[in-house]
């Protein structure tokens, strides 16, 4: 049977998270609605990244089967049924075994903070009119890269068999007038980005040292990290996967 991946982008805060939860809104159960309109029949969707809810993503990938051979602009119909705040950006052909989740390469997420007061930045990025020491933040970025398992930084009741992750890219930069923390890695575990943010805030303001981190993420113990960051400040920004398994159609 032909698989489709579809390729979506979607702000965050108008849906429970992007997994299906029932009829709760989330970008799933919403693709899975369309495309079973446009198929006239059921169609189920698989989504390459759980964001939870509040969280935005730039790139997301949803893979599914049909039977039915089509050969109409798949992305405008779905974007013509979709609600505003999510859109289909392309659509591809993949073999019957690719799958979106486990044949990632890389995921690249991307938090977004500002420290002055913006109507035009709510719920786009987090408020955090708070001194933060730059050279804390840079250090605390650095330490992430040493280690490989993150067990401090995913969410009790995780699903997650494992807790090791490789992480290739941890930085924070400066754009515009907003402060980024930039990090990639192979694979990343229930809340991990929001942990890893609220815990080098925390430490930043002059809370903690750059010891106290490593003993955090030595830990093993998710009660010592700090998660209290909005999720409407985190972007899933980027999905990487092997050169032509995806197929433009």
């Known amino acids: 049977m032909p698989r489709y991946v579809l390729e979506v982008m979607y702000y965050g805060t108008k849906f429970n998270g992007s997994q299906i939860q029932g009829e709760q809104p989330t970008v799933q159960l919403a693709l899975n609605n369309t495309l079973s309109t446009i198929f006239r029949k059921p169609v ?3 989504g390459a990244s759980r964001t939870d809810e509040g969280v935005h993503a730039l790139c997301n990938f949803y893979h599914f089967d049909v039977e039915v051979a089509f050969d109409f602009d798949l992305a405008y119909r779905c974007n013509a049924i979709l609600p505003g705040e999510l859109a289909v950006k392309k659509v591809y052909k993949a073999s019957d075994d690719f799958n979106v989740r486990f044949d990632a390469t890389s995921r690249r997420y991307r938090y977004r903070i500002y420290h002055k007061k913006d109507p035009f930045k709510l719920e786009r990025g987090l408020f955090f009119p708070f001194k933060l020491d730059m050279g804390l933040l840079n250090q605390t970025a650095d330490i ?3 280690y490989t398992h993150f067990e401090s930084f995913s ?13 290739e890219k941890s930085y924070w930069e400066v754009v515009g007038d907003e402060l980024h923390y930039v990090v990639e890695g192979n694979r990343f575990l229930r809340g991990m980005v929001r942990g890893l943010v609220g815990t080098q805030l925390y430490i930043a303001r002059g809370r903690g040292t750059v010891a106290d981190f490593r003993q955090i993420i030595e830990a093993k113990d998710c009660t010592k990290a700090f998660f209290d960051v909005a999720g409407f400040g985190l972007y899933l920004e980027q999905i990487s996967y092997k050169d032509g398994v995806l197929v433009e159609v």
């Open 44 to 46: 189920v969707t698989y």
């Open 144 to 146: 992430i890269k040493e």
């Open 155 to 167: 969410k009790r009741n995780s699903q997650s068999k494992t807790f090791v992750c490789s992480i």
